[in-house]
T-cell receptor
Framework: QKEVEQNSGPLSVPEGAIASLNCTYS??????FFWYRQYSGKSPELIMF????GDKEDGRFTAQLNKASQYVSLLIRDSQPSDSATYLC????????????????FGQGTILTVHP | DAGVIQSPRHEVTEMGQEVTLRCKPI?????LFWYRQTMMRGLELLIY????????DSGMPEDRFSAKMPNASFSTLKIQPSEPRDSAVYFC?????????????FGEGSRLTVL
């Protein structure tokens, strides 16, 4: 089982629709969760992070976390063509030994296309 | 701030040659990560350092790969000898502060092609 799995996509939505991106993780010790966006040929950039169960909203983006189900999602409302990119779910797991160190593991990514 | 700086941006080499990728993290960041990205495997963590000390190198594929961080402002990833399956984009990223709260800042990547 992969440590972080995302819905395979690609996902295509019309402009103005809601895009829903999903992610599951295997390590229950994971403490924080991130969504990165990567445009073609560019490096990943952070969109949102979430630590606590529930929803976190930032503009058109909402991240949802359910630690019991080991599930993270990202909703993009009023999708725009400029949102077309690969969305990467990332999970941070503390280093064994209880230090504050940890590694950030990424899912395979979901390619989102928003068509006019 | 200049951001994370990687070099070279592009490298084409022949199988068996040594490849050295370089990274300068953002000043003040105390964690540095090396990732490799391919279409098939996505973004894989190779190794990460905290305060210049390697913390987890379990992602390094084999002994042909090695990474060093001699000081807070410089890191290298070396592949010797290189093989065609090493062709990928290699990203360096840095972060400040406690791991659980920090944002990862990526360099522009080094695209490696091994013929």
């Amino acid at each position: 089982q992969k440590e972080v799995e995302q819905n395979s996509g690609p996902l295509s939505v019309p402009e103005g629709a809601i895009a829903s991106l999903n992610c599951t993780y295997s390590d229950r010790g994971s403490q924080s969760f991130f969504w990165y966006r990567q445009y073609s040929g560019k490096s990943p950039e952070l969109i949102m992070f979430i630590y606590s169960n529930g929803d976190k909203e930032d503009g058109r983006f909402t991240a949802q976390l359910n630690k019991a189900s080991q599930y993270v999602s990202l909703l993009i409302r009023d999708s725009q063509p400029s949102d077309s990119a690969t969305y990467l779910c990332a999970v941070r797991t503390p280093h064994a030994g209880g230090t504050s160190y940890g590694k950030l593991t990424f899912g395979q990514g979901t390619i989102l296309t928003v068509h006019p | 701030d200049a951001g994370v700086i990687q070099s070279p941006r592009h490298e084409v080499t022949e199988m068996g040659q040594e490849v050295t990728l370089r990274c300068k993290p953002i000043s003040g960041h105390n964690s540095l990560f090396w990732y490799r990205q391919t279409m098939m495997r996505g973004l894989e963590l190779l190794i990460y350092f905290n305060n210049n000390v390697p913390i987890d190198d379990s992602g390094m594929p084999e002994d042909r790969f090695s990474a060093k961080m001699p000081n807070a402002s410089f890191s290298t990833l070396k592949i010797q000898p290189s093989e065609p399956r090493d062709s990928a984009v290699y990203f360096c990223a840095s972060m400040q502060g406690r791991v659980n709260t920090g944002e990862l800042f990526f360099g522009e990547g080094s695209r490696l092609t091994v013929l």
